[in-house]
């Protein structure tokens, strides 16, 4: 291989890996974007997640509130029967 190949070849190569880089760049872009997509979508579900905790908290403490009312409902009824049953012996 004499100097003009070898100059040739440097060339070739260079431009090879000129593409290359810039091939990597773009490589390295999208990464950064699916990054940061990533990340959006991590903070909006922990967001959804918080909004159902709060929801569901909200609906658990209701539905308690109305549990301790039927008993309390309950426990009157059962006593007014007892109560009645009391009197008719």
């Known amino acids: 291989m ?3 190949d070898m100059e040739q070849l440097k060339r ?6 000129e593409g290359l880089r810039h091939d990597l ?7 950064q974007v699916i ?4 990340q959006q979508f991590r903070e909006d579900v ?3 997640f918080r909004e ?11 539905l ?3 549990i301790q009312s ?5 426990g009157v009824l059962k006593a007014r029967l007892d109560h009645l049953e009391a009197q008719q012996r």
């Open 35 to 38: 990054l940061t997509q990533v």
């Open 52 to 62: 159902v905790r709060a929801l569901l908290k909200f609906s658990f403490a209701e």
């Open 12 to 17: 070739h190569v260079s431009v090879v890996v």
């Open 64 to 66: 308690d509130h109305r």
């Open 25 to 31: 760049q773009h490589v390295a872009e999208g990464h």
């Open 46 to 48: 922990k967001d959804e």
């Open 70 to 74: 039927l008993e309390t409902d309950v």
């Open 2 to 4: 004499n100097a003009d």
